[in-house]
């Protein structure tokens, strides 16, 4: 079933631009903070690793494609980015400082 007068939504130039870039730039973060979880036999993370580094690209501009307003999702899209790299510093920080200041969450996880 279509419909008569649905138009096709013009994508915003930001939202093709950042697609590739948000796929590998993704990809790479996430073998990166693999490898840092998998060296500190962390293994709480892994699904929201494996979300934002494979899955989250593709929403992202899944979002901006159906939206009627591609360029305000298109922003949206890059804050919660900026949210999940706050994360991965976050954790980076605190596998990173387990020796120094927390050795009973490190032997909680190990």
Not at 41 to 62: E, N, R
Not at 68 to 84: G, H, P, Q, T, V
């Amino acid at each position: 079933m279509t419909l008569p007068d649905a138009k096709p939504r013009k994508l915003n130039i930001l939202a093709k631009i950042n697609y590739p870039g948000r796929i590998i730039g993704d990809f790479f973060m996430g073998l990166i903070i693999c490898a840092v979880l998998h060296e500190g036999k962390f293994f709480f993370p892994w699904g929201f690793v494996f979300f934002h580094a494979l899955l989250w690209p593709h929403i992202a501009y899944g979002i901006c494609k159906v939206s009627k307003d591609s360029k305000k999702a298109e922003l949206r899209n890059l804050l919660l980015i900026l949210f999940f790299s706050f994360w991965s510093l976050d954790l980076y920080i605190l596998i990173s400082s387990c020796p120094l200041g927390y050795p009973d969450f490190c032997r909680m996880h190990s």
